[in-house]
């Protein structure tokens, strides 16, 4: 687990709420201050979608942040700037499989509850923080690293310069 501070806020948050860029990670959960608080829970509502919607979409749990960034973006437009935002983001499935095996890991993917960023805007800066849920004891870090090192490397990827805290 490492910290990071966007260095470029605007292009950070534009890559956050006007692009695409993100839209692939599950929301977990978010929350908005600005001159009302919105709180986001991210769970699926599976009983909302038909049967055929439900298996379009798959196995995951929570949303993809493409299916709530319009809305966020909402919450938090206009001529202010927002007074906090938090979001939490997690890997999907998929991604979270492939980046297991990359990773030479012992562990199998139902032992990884995911990999997430917790992002949090306060006074004018964000930050970032990647993270690795696991149910069993690992024995090392070393997962947790190649997690930061990923983060990194899709964040400059993205084109978005980071700073660790």
């Not at 910290?3 to 890559?15: H, I, N, P, S």
């Not at 055929?52 to 929570?62: A, H, V």
Request: charged share 30%; net charge neutral; hydrophobic share 40%.
């Amino acid at each position: 687990m490492k910290a990071y501070k966007a260095e470029e806020l605007r292009a950070f948050t534009g890559a956050l709420f006007r692009s695409e860029r993100f839209d692939a990670f599950l929301l977990c959960e978010a929350s908005f201050r600005t001159a009302f608080s919105l709180e986001i829970d991210g769970r699926r509502s599976k009983d909302w979608y038909s049967a055929e919607e439900e298996q379009e979409l798959g196995p995951e749990d929570f949303v993809r942040w493409g299916e709530v960034r319009e809305l966020a973006f909402q919450a938090i437009r206009g001529k202010k700037a927002p007074k906090a935002f938090r979001l939490v983001l997690r890997l999907n499935r998929q991604e979270s499989t492939a980046f297991l095996a990359e990773s030479g890991s012992r562990l199998r993917p139902e032992e990884v509850s995911g990999f997430y960023w917790n992002l949090q805007y306060e006074e004018k800066a964000l930050r970032l923080v990647s993270g690795v849920s696991v149910t069993v004891f690992p024995g090392d870090k070393a997962l947790e690293q190649l997690w930061d090192q990923a983060t990194v490397a899709r964040l400059r990827a993205m084109g978005l310069v980071i700073s660790e805290l």
